[in-house]
C-alpha cells in the first residue's frame, strides 16, 4: 500500500536551516509529483510547490522561491525540501502529498511540526 | 494564480440536516481539476471528492460534488457528527496549486 512517512519534529533557531524528509514506499516513486503544503496553527493550507523525481523537475509558488529548495533521491524513494533563513513564521506543519493535479491527492504524509524559536 | 474563495467560513448544523459549501473560483478551472478534502484536527487532510464530483474510496455516500467553470459546491446530505471537520477546495489545473481558505464545520 501507498505511503508517505515524513521526518520527525523540528526545533529549529530562528535563521538556521532545516531539512525536512518524506519517504515513500508502495508505488513508483519516480512517477509521480511529490508536493509540499504548508499549514500554520488555525490556519488553512498553502502550497510551497512540487517535484518529479524522474527528472528532477519542480515547480514552486513564488511566495516560497528562496525560502524552500525541493530535491528527491530516487534511490531510497526520499523526497526532500530544505527551508532556509528561518524564522516565527516558518513555524507550521509541512505535509508531502502525491499528485493534486487530475485526481487531487490521495496520499498524504502525517505532517511534519517546524518550530522556529531561540 | 487562481484565486478559490469558500463560503461560509465557519457554520454550525444539526444533525440529519442537508449542508453546502461552495467554492468560487477567480478563473475558470476544468472540472477535471477541482477537488474537496476535510481535514479534522491533528490529521492531514482527506481526499472527499475528485475531479468535482467523483467520491474518494472509503468516503460515505452522503457527500456530494458539483460544478462547473468558475463555480463549485460541496454537499453533506445528512449531517452526522463525526462531519465536524474543515472543508477545503483545491484547484490542480494550473501553478500554483491554490486551496480555498477553508470551511468550519460544527454541529448545532
Known amino acids: 500500500q501507498v505511503q508517505l512517512q515524513q521526518s520527525g519534529a523540528e526545533l529549529v533557531r530562528p535563521g538556521s536551516s532545516v531539512k525536512i524528509s518524506c519517504k515513500a514506499s508502495g508505488y513508483a516513486f519516480s512517477s509521480y509529483w511529490m508536493n509540499w503544503v504548508k499549514q500554520r496553527p488555525g490556519q488553512g493550507l498553502e502550497w510551497i510547490g512540487q517535484?518529479?523525481?524522474?527528472?528532477?523537475?519542480?515547480n514552486y509558488n513564488g511566495k516560497f522561491k528562496g525560502k524552500a529548495t525541493l530535491t528527491a533521491d530516487k534511490s531510497s524513494s526520499t523526497a526532500y525540501m530544505q527551508l532556509s533563513s528561518l524564522t516565527s513564521e516558518d513555524s507550521a506543519v509541512y505535509f508531502c502529498?502525491?499528485?493534486?493535479?487530475?485526481?487531487?491527492?490521495?496520499?498524504w504524509g502525517q505532517g511534519t511540526t517546524l518550530t522556529v524559536s531561540s | 494564480e487562481i484565486v478559490l474563495t469558500q463560503s461560509p467560513t465557519t457554520m454550525a448544523a444539526s444533525p440529519g440536516e442537508k449542508i453546502t459549501i461552495t467554492c468560487s473560483a477567480s478563473s475558470s478551472i476544468s472540472s477535471n481539476y477541482l477537488h474537496w478534502y476535510q481535514q479534522k484536527p491533528g490529521f492531514s487532510p482527506k481526499l472527499l471528492i475528485y475531479?468535482?464530483?467523483n467520491l474518494a474510496s472509503g468516503v460515505p455516500a452522503r457527500f456530494s460534488g458539483s460544478g462547473s467553470g468558475t463555480s463549485y459546491s460541496l454537499t453533506i446530505g445528512t449531517m452526522e457528527a463525526e462531519d465536524v471537520a474543515t472543508y477545503y477546495c483545491?484547484?490542480?489545473?494550473?501553478?500554483?496549486?491554490?486551496f480555498g481558505g477553508g470551511t468550519k464545520l460544527e454541529i448545532k
Open positions: 475531479r468535482t464530483s
Open positions: 483545491q484547484q490542480g489545473s494550473s501553478i500554483p496549486r491554490t
Open positions: 517535484i518529479y523525481p524522474g527528472d528532477g523537475d519542480t
Open positions: 502529498a502525491r499528485g493534486l493535479d487530475y485526481y487531487g491527492s490521495f496520499y
